[in-house]
């Protein structure tokens, strides 16, 4: 990151140009390790026209002005306003799976059109914006042994509800990279679930009165029910996993576009009853046959193993 | 010596029942906030509650929060600075009731509420903290260190709308949701 500002010091004409450099630290546990940027140490370098040059070596405060002082000239009373820098929200710790990574990546960068039905709502955008521009909630994506899950916890250091998607490294071996498009949609919308059930009053009321009897079956958390909600997102899944698809896996490939309903076969992926392969009730209003979800069970499974999948394998 | 024995007896129940030792079981207002949250008003299975009552040191995590820097639900900071500063949680009390085990008494429970004695089957609860019409109540699923399995850590906020103890919001500890893969 770099600011520019002309200093008006002793009349001469200076320019300074400030570089951010980010210092943090590596905690890791359970196999997998995050990354956590505390702050950012600014180096400015000053220029004028005399001849003479400065070097500032500073941490941003929390106005973000630097700190120390001037090294190599004199210019301890310049007028210096740096750029504040702005806390990622998004902070990608995937390691080792650089395919995986893109994914990721393409996954942030995709575009859906707006002449579709769904159009209007993108929910791996709707995500991604509310992660970058909170202060409160940061998504982190992280690869490990443990198996593919998101999980939000409150950081009373940082106040802030630090929201990890995990995949697993033994699926990311097998996995298409549709399979995984798909995966990290689908943990996405965990994480928004979570986002909207702390900070949506009516959200969560309406999930409470839905969804809460899960709760009292024989794994008593929420995620047969946001298993359960998910079905009214299917259609959102769908449509991201195809725009995906469109710029960054077949498509870029030159390779045709599969079907509409393959995308949608995918969507299902994870909406069964915990541990099992039996299909959720959203899942099941939304294909009553059984044979029909035994299709899609397939679609997903063969994508997730990389064995007759029609993505390109991601390893 | 008949006397002798019965007061033995009831020393030893006191002693061995911290419960019964000075009267602080849950109080009936506090069993109506559970039962409303939990019971029949608001649901229509059984839910399996874990027998003993999570301690009051729970609550040391929000104990002394700012509000305007807390993630709490709804989006409205003003409602929840409000709701802090009239909250009566005097630390001091609750750490002295820190070092009782409360066992949750089966006959002040909705019948919808059962109790497990296995710490994997059931759903652990403190005691609510009730401050004029809101309560906090902790909130834990079991499987809180088997990361290959979903659980729930949250407060759970409730208000008293015309009598009835009804959810109003929730602040998330620990939110994990585990994705199977198709076998």
Redesign the interface.
Known sequence: MNGEKKINHYNIDVRCATVYFPVGYQTCSGGHCTTTIERFVGETSCSGSSGSNFIYNSGSGSDGRPSGTPDGGGCSTCEYDPPIIVRPGIINNLKNQPCASDVFKEIKKSKINNDNEKGDFNIVDEVMKIFNESTKYDYIIVNSDDGNSTTGKFNRDTKTTEITVNLNNDYLSRASQLSIARTIIHESLHAYFVYKLQSDQQFFINFELKYSEFRRKRNPNDNRGQHELMGEYVDMMAYGLKSWDAEFGNGKLGKPLLDDDYYKSMAFGGLFKDGTNIPTDSFKALVPSGSDRLKIIEIIQNEQEGINSKGTKCN | MQLIRIVTLLILVIQLSPKLSLGQNLSSKEYQVINDLFGRK???????LYHLVEPNSVFN?ILGENPE????????VETFRTLLMDFDFNKGRLDSLDQYQFIFEKRKLDKLIKLKVSKEK??YLSRPIISKDLAFIYYK???ENN??????EMYIIAKNISGSWE?????????????????
């Open positions: 608001s649901n229509k299975n059984i839910i399996w995590t820097t807390t993630n709490f639900t709804s989006g409205d059931g759903i699923t079991p499987n990361s290959n399995k979903s659980y729930n959810k109003y919001g929730q602040l998330i500890l620990t939110a994990r949701y585990v994705d199977q893969l198709v076998k």
